[in-house]
């Protein structure tokens, strides 16, 4: 996987999950593990099984985590203020209708708060564009036509 963008922001929010995953929930989960082997015969111990399935979803969830820490870079002041880049929050008029949109890393993106991914139609679209450049997105449906009114 390639470099992961994201905002200083994210970045604490990751580490706060990866210590919080690491330091309390997995050593709750390796607890409920050891009180289910009490219990006997583990083929049909549902508690065990539950256990050890959260204990490998939270174990892929820290790999995943590290991986991205490792390749993380920080999104920084924009390099020139008139083209769209990573980190922008830009505004732009697509069909008659007005949106402001943050372009934020895929790990950061939430679309229905404006959060759009670098990596998605739309975030690849306005990137390297300026105030007033007409960009065609592809979306579901087709194409539409937008206009970059603002960049922040």
């Not at 050890?52 to 999104?75: C, H, M, N, P, Y």
């Amino acid at each position: 996987m390639g470099i992961h963008y994201m905002t200083q922001d994210g970045l604490e929010k990751l580490k706060t999950e990866l210590e919080y995953l690491k330091n309390q929930k997995m050593p709750d989960i390796i607890e409920r593990i050891a009180r289910a082997k009490e219990l006997g015969d583990l083929s049909e111990n549902a508690e065990y099984q539950d256990a050890k399935d959260e204990q490998g979803f939270t174990a892929g969830r820290i790999a995943e985590i590290e991986s991205i820490l490792k390749q993380v870079e920080i999104i920084s002041e924009a390099s020139n203020p008139d083209l769209v880049e990573i980190g922008n929050t830009i505004v732009v008029k697509c069909d008659d209708a007005q949106y402001t949109y943050t372009i934020t890393g895929s790990n950061e993106a939430d679309p229905t708060n404006g959060l759009i991914s670098n990596e998605s139609s739309l975030g690849r679209a306005f990137l390297g564009h300026k105030i007033g450049d007409k960009v065609k997105v592809v979306i579901p449906r087709g194409e539409m036509e937008c206009e970059i009114l603002e960049i922040k």
